[in-house]
């Protein structure tokens, strides 16, 4: 059998310089130190692993129907695995996903049955191609190396949740820092600048100069020595006092943080990582350009641009790779959304109460979202008598048949 082996694609530096899987690691960790890129991953991870994932029963004609009794339930809503909960499995595949460029999850089968779903951390993780009887490649997972659930052999894709980020070849998926490395760089080196500035005693580097004066080397470091004991902020004193004597002048040469640019670059550094994560700024805590009905837009375009098309990945990749062919059409997960209206309650007490309204929902139905009682008589649909269809508000109109005919008024 013929073997075609793929590995995920890298940067250049990794490609061509041998690397341990620590120091692959580290190279992830280290962008997390910017807060930015914390509070993007951080946030988009959180959106995902605040949902619950419903299991649905789908009848003939579309409808779909809560199975909490099915043995994926607890599966995919409480314990996944042995090793973490739910909020915890999703939260980490979500980051792994933007940070390494794709997350995956190993589907444990007993007889036929999914008993739970292993996540399986990125670097330990390739992908291969072997040559089928017929001559095709057929795309496999390979772990090697994974200390709490070793697998052995090549996977199949039926066996392996892989969800990429954004991808070119639909394969493998490219980490976002990848893409942002040029600006993750330049925003290191602000926080870097900015971190030496205040070290340095705000401004302390300059040239000491004495006019008619030849020093020898030892007036020199005695010069140097007091200079450093009196204005280091580390080993002497922060922001201290020297005195000049007779003709010594001195000229300070570190250039202002209102000359670089220091606070107006990093400001700039938190738009443009938000960019490459599609996260608005003000998710990000930058209010230096919102007002209440930005903030309140900012959050719609939020989970329009950013969450809904998260979910809709895993959504698709789990139901393709949890259902045989044959159950797909009756049977499905989905994210419940509506757990993002959880702490907001006027949304919440809107929304159910436009479903009453129009009979949509039933009282109970609501009061169980609300996680309130059962009530007597609750489940009953109700609608609005006032309201009538186009054709009966005309014919209401029009006189009786009968009278017409006897030409009576």
């Known amino acids: 059998m013929k073997l075609f082996r793929r590995k995920e694609k890298r940067s250049t530096e990794e490609a061509t310089t041998p690397v341990t899987i620590a120091q692959w690691?580290?190279?992830r960790r280290t962008p997390m130190l910017l807060s930015t890129v914390y509070r993007c991953v951080d946030l988009i991870s959180d959106s995902l692993s605040v949902l619950p994932l419903e299991t649905y029963a789908i009848d003939t004609e579309g409808y779909k129907k809560q199975l909490r009794s099915s043995h994926l339930y607890n599966i995919l809503n409480l314990e996944p695995n042995e090793?973490?909960?739910r909020p915890v499995m999703f939260k980490t595949m979500a980051a792994s996903m933007l940070l390494r460029g794709n997350t995956y999850a190993?589907?444990?089968?007993?007889k036929g049955e999914i008993s739970q779903l292993v996540y399986i951390?990125?670097?330990?993780?390739?992908?291969?191609?072997?040559?089928?009887?017929?001559g095709f490649p057929r795309k496999r997972y390979r772990v090697t190396g994974y200390p709490y659930y070793p697998i052995q052999g090549l996977i199949d894709p039926q066996d392996m949740i892989h969800v990429p980020n954004f991808s070119y070849d639909g394969i493998t998926g490219v980490s976002t820092?990848?893409?942002?490395?040029?600006?993750?760089?330049?925003?290191?080196?602000?926080?870097?600048?900015?971190?030496?500035?205040f070290r340095s005693g705000a401004s302390t580097a300059g040239i000491l100069t004495m006019d008619g004066v030849r020093l020898t080397k030892e007036q020199k470091a005695q010069n140097y020595q007091e200079w450093e004991n009196r204005t280091n902020p580390i080993t002497g004193k922060p922001n201290g006092i020297v005195i000049l004597e007779q003709n010594q002048k001195y000229q300070p040469i570190t250039i202002s943080p209102k000359d670089s640019q220091l606070l107006e670059s990093r400001q700039f550094n938190v738009v443009d990582i938000c960019r490459f994560f599609s996260v608005s700024p003000v998710k990000a805590f930058d209010?230096?350009?919102s007002s209440y009905s930005t903030i309140?837009?900012?959050q719609i375009e939020y989970l329009n641009d950013t969450v809904l098309p998260l979910i809709t990945k895993f959504e698709c990749e789990l139901?393709?790779?949890?259902?045989?062919?044959?159950?797909?059409?009756?049977?499905k997960v989905e994210f419940n959304t509506q757990a993002l209206l959880r702490t907001d309650k006027v949304s919440q007490s809107t929304y159910w109460n436009n479903l009453f309204q129009s009979g949509m929902a039933s009282p109970n139905e609501g009061r169980r979202e609300m996680n309130l009682e059962r009530a007597e008589y609750g489940d009953k649909h109700f609608v609005q008598v006032n309201v009538q269809t186009l054709e009966n508000a005309v014919k209401q109109k029009e006189p009786p048949q009968n009278k017409r005919d006897n030409g009576t008024e």
């Open 25 to 27: 690691m580290e190279s």
């Open 83 to 85: 090793l973490m909960s």
């Open 106 to 110: 190993y589907i444990e089968r007993v």
């Open 121 to 134: 951390p990125s670097e330990y993780v390739s992908i291969e191609f072997i040559q089928d009887a017929n």
């Open 177 to 197: 820092l990848t893409h942002a490395r040029q600006t993750l760089g330049i925003a290191h080196d602000s926080e870097a600048h900015a971190q030496g500035f």
């Open 287 to 289: 209010l230096s350009k």
């Open 296 to 298: 309140e837009a900012t």
């Open 319 to 331: 139901n393709r790779k949890l259902f045989l062919p044959h159950e797909r059409s009756k049977i």
